[in-house]
C-alpha cells in the first residue's frame, strides 16, 4: 500500500528497516531530513539498539562509521557535496579496509560559487575512491536501492554509495512504498563482519603495506568490484522476486532495443528523458535511454552490449571534467572502444558509434523536455558537438570572456554574471 | 642482629619482586598483558613506546584484558605493524592520521549498541595526531561525553615526518620547520596548544599528565582513568632521542628534568579541576633540562641566548606558581608521589649535572 511520502522521509524509514546499529551525522543540505528523521525513530526507541551520533565534521562522522564497522555494528550515514569531499581521505580509508558502511548521498554542486541545488559534481569526484556507486532513478528505487546495499556491502565487504539527486529526489514527495520489514529481515540477514575488533579474538586492522604487497591489495579491491557485476544483478533479481518490483541492478533500458540513438545517463533526469523519448517514439523516431544503475563498478561489457545497435550515442552528465569533457562518457568511451557503428540504420557505415557529451542540470539548472528534444533533434541532424554544454547562456559567457581578456581587475565571475544577467539590484557591469 | 634492608624496595624499577604484590607495578608482574610486544621498530631509547607499553598493559590489568584500541598514524603506528608483523595484542585499528578519536567513538558506539559496555576504548596517537590534526575529533568526543580514554605520547614534534614543528612544540625549540637561523629563537614564544587545559574547559571526568620518568604514576593513573565512565585524556611526555638530539640512555632522566624545572607540569583534574599535583622534589633550573638536548643547542653555543632562557625559566615559574609545584609554596593538590620514591627522586635529583 503505497504512501505519500518525501524522497528523504522513505529513505529513512527504509534504513531504519534494515536494522542499522550506529547512524552518525552531520548536518548538509540536501541530505538532513534523511538523518533528522532517523534520529527522531532512535531517540523514540524504535530502532533500539542503536546508537545516534552526532558529530562534528563529515570526517568524524566517516571515522565514526569505520570504528563502528569494524567492531561488527552496522552502521550508516548520509552526507551530499562538500560534506562528501571533507570525508575524502576516510572514503578511501573504509573502502581500504573493506568496511560495508552504507551511505547515502544527496548529490549537490561543488563550490564556490557555492551552491545547494543538485548535480553530480559530489559523488563524481569520489568515483575512484573504492566505494560502490549506485544511481537511483526515482524515490522509489532509491528507498529499494538502501536495502540491495547493505546486502551487498556486508556480502562483499565493501561499502556502498546510494546516490540521490538532491531536492529533485530528496525533498519530492511521491506515492511510494517502503520496503516492508519482515520481507527486508528474510532478505538481509545480520551484519556478519569478515573481520572485527574483539578482545577474545584480538585482530590488528589498518596496519602498514609497503611495496612488495600493496600492487595486489589494491588489485584485490579491483577484483571485489569486479565480483559487485555480478551480486549487483543478481541481488536485484533477488529483491524482485522477494518485493515485487523492479529496483537496482547494472543498467536499465527504455525502449533502446532497436533505437539508432539512445541517451545514457544517470540519475532522475531519466524520468523525463523517458517522457520525451515515448513523445518521438509516437513520431516514429527510433530513441532511447539508459540509465547507468551501478557507475562503480562500471559495467563495460554490459554497456557495450545494450549500445551495440546504436548509431550514436548521448551521455548526457551533470557534472563534468573541467578542461576535459564529461566524466561518465569516457567510462563509456571505454566501453565501446572499436564497437561499429550498426548495420541498418540510416547511416550504414563501417565508422565507429557516433558519441556526444551533453553536460546539462548544473547546480541545480532544470533540464527541460523542450532542451532534451533539441538536444536529440540536433543530434539526429548532425548538428550536435562532441561536447555541448546544454542550454549555455553563450551571450553572457563570451562578454565575461572579453572582459577577463582585456587586462586590469574585473572582478569575480560569478558576481559579473549575475549583474549581467540583471539578477543584481546595482545593474551591469 | 641488625635489620636486612632492601634497597630496592619502594623504587620504581621494574620487577622489584620485594615489594608487596599489591604494590608492584604492572610490568612486574609475569603475567602481564605485554599489549605492544618485542619485536617492534622504535628507536633505541624510545619514550613513546615506553609509555605506551606502560599505559596499554595498565589499560588491560584495569579491564580485565576487555580493551580495544584505535591508534593514530604516527610513530607508535609505524613502528608497531610493519605488516604481515604487528606487536599489539590487543584488538587494534588504525585509521587515518586525524581521526582517532572519532573512530574510537565509532567504536565504543557499536559496543553500546552490541550491550558489550564491558569492554572499554583507548585512543592514542601522537602530540601532531591529537593537537593538530586530530583535535577537532578529539573535542567533538569530549563534548559528547564519549566514554573513551585518550592517550596523547607527547614528543613535542612530527617525529615521524622527520621532526617538523607541532603545536605542542615549545618555544625556541629547534626542529627542521623552526630553524634558529640568525636571531630566530627556533620556535617562536607564541602560545601553543596546552592540550590538558584544553581537556579541561571541556570539564571531562579525568584529565592527566604523566611522564616516562614516572612509571608507576603513569601505571596508576590509567587504572584511575578507567574508573571514569566518560571521556578522559592522559597526556604522557616521551622524550624522543632523535627528535630532541638526546643520548638514547637520557630518556627517563630528561623525562624527569622536564618535570623537575617546572616546564611540564605534572597533574590531575576531575571534572575541569585540579585535584592532585606531583610536587617538584628538588627544582633545577630550566638550563639543566635544555642543555642535554641538540634542540636547544643554539641557546648555550657561543655567547649564548640567556635572553631565551630567561624566557623558558619564566614559563617553567609560571607553571610552578600556576599548580602549585613547589611544595614548599604551598601545594594546591595532594602530593601522589609514593613517599620511597620521593626519596628516590631526591637522590637522583642531587646527583644531576648542570650544564658544561
Redesign the interface.
Known sequence: MPSQLEGSQAVAATVARCRP??I?AYPITPQTHIVEGLSRMVAAGELA???F?????E??AM???????????R?YTATASQGLLYMA??LF?AAG?GLPIVMTVANRAIGAPINIWNDHSDSMALRDCGWIQLYAADNQEAADMHVQAFRLAEQLSLPVMVCMDGFVLTHAFEPLEVPERERIDAFLPPFAPRQV???A??????????PE?FTEVRYLAHAKQMDALDAIPAIAEEFERAFGRSSGGLLSGYRCEDAETVVVALGSVLGTLEEVIDRMRDEGRRVGALAVKSFRPFPLAELRAALARAQRVIVLERAFAVGVGGILSADVHAALAGLPRARGGDRDDEDAVEMHTVIAGLGGRAITRRSLRSMIDDADAGLLPTLHFMDLNSEVVQRELARSRGGGRPGPHAENILRDLGLVAAGPV | MSETRFYQTGTFAVGNRLLDEAEASVQADPERANAITKGHRACQGCGEALGARYALDAAVRATG????A??ATGCL??FS????E?S?????????F??AP??????????????HTD?RVVGQGGDGGTVDIGL??L??MFE?GDDVLYICYDNEAYMNTGVQRSAATPPAARTATTEPLGEHPGNSFEQGKNLPLIAMAHEIPYVATATVAELRDLERKVARAMEFRGPRYLHVLVPCPLGWGSATSDTINIARLAKECGLFPVFEAEHGRVVAVSPIRRQVPVEQYLCRQKRYAHLFAGEGRADLIARLQAAADRNIERFGLLASAGSRGEDTTERPARELLDVLAASERGPQ
Open positions: 546499529e550506529v552518525c539498539p542503536c546508537e551520533v552526532n558529530v562534528e565534521s570526517f568524524a571515522s565514526v562509521a569505520i570504528g563502528a564497522s569494524a567492531t561488527g555494528a552502521a581521505e576516510a580509508n579496509l575488533l574483539d578482545p579474538d584480538p585482530v590488528t586492522i589498518g596496519a602498514m603495506v609497503g604487497a | 584484558g576487555r580493551v580495544i584505535a591508534n603506528e609505524v605493524t610493519p605488516f604481515p604487528s599489539w595484542r590487543l584488538p587494534w585499528i588504525h585509521s587515518l586525524g581521526n572519532a573512530v574510537a567513538t565509532g567504536v565504543a558506539a557499536a559496543l553500546r549498541a552490541k550491550g569492554i577537532a575529533c573535542s567533538g559528547r
